[in-house]
């Protein structure tokens, strides 16, 4: 059964700094693993996606790595702003069955 | 592009009572649409597989019976929580997949519906 891992749970930086979030999964048959953005009581965005075969992807201050044989992603965000504060998740896609695993997320406080 | 709406966004309802939570793509086509269910500090659970013209797949330890889902059309899904209690109070997200396009793998997410049961 596939597990994902976020870690920190929670995270909390001054304006500008650069940071890594970090996600970790047990199984490594993905399909593709995705990065979203959750306001609080909100839905989700989709911030980058990376399919099986790639190694980043990059939008914009964000870049997210990913290493399927120790399975492991981590999404960097640069120059941070208060307006990154949000709870990020991690998920993967399993085999192309379109079914998203989770993790619990880390939750970001960028302080001005 | 690609907007996923719910109905509504916040529910309060006394337990035994029947609720029905909407999830529209609103500028494209889906076929299929996943019911999510989140609980304060843990991960979205996925809930259930919803396709259009055909019967839901649910994940296991979901009960069918108790959470309905309805796909009769390629922009609309409702799930339904029948005779809820005060344990099924939770966000219920859906998102949805885009029939065609680019990316189609792609899961669009809708803002969640909070569902608050006395």
């Known amino acids: 059964k596939q597990e994902v891992t976020q870690i920190p749970a929670a995270l909390s930086v001054p304006e500008g700094e650069n940071l890594v979030l970090n996600c970790s999964f047990t199984d490594s048959a993905i399909y593709n693993l995705q990065w979203f953005r959750q306001d609080p009581g909100k839905g989700l965005t989709s911030l980058l996606l990376?399919?099986?075969?790639?190694r980043e992807q990059t939008s914009g201050r964000l870049n997210a790595s990913l290493d399927k044989s120790s399975g492991r992603s981590t999404l960097y965000i640069a120059a941070s702003q208060p307006g990154d504060s949000a709870t990020y998740l991690c998920?993967?896609?399993?085999?192309?069955?379109?079914?998203?695993?989770f993790g619990k997320g880390t939750k970001l406080t960028v302080n001005p | 592009g690609a907007v996923v709406s719910q109905h509504p966004s916040w529910v309060i309802c006394k337990s035994g009572t029947s609720v029905k939570i909407e999830c529209r793509s609103l500028?494209?086509?889906?076929?299929?649409m996943f019911w999510y269910r989140q609980f304060p500090k843990q991960s979205l659970m996925l809930m259930a597989t919803s396709n259009e013209g055909s019967k839901a797949t649910y994940e296991q330890g979901v009960e069918k019976d108790k959470f309905l889902i309805n796909h009769a059309s390629l922009t609309l899904s409702t799930l339904t929580v029948t005779s809820a209690h005060p344990e099924d109070s939770s966000f219920y997200i859906c998102?949805?997949?885009?029939?065609?396009?680019?990316?189609?793998?792609?899961?669009?997410f809708g803002p969640g519906t909070r569902l608050l049961v006395l």
């Open positions: 990376i399919q099986s075969s790639q």
């Open positions: 998920a993967v896609n399993q085999g192309g069955s379109e079914k998203l695993v």
């Open positions: 500028d494209f086509q889906a076929t299929t």
């Open positions: 998102s949805a997949r885009q029939t065609s396009g680019r990316a189609p793998e792609t899961q669009y």
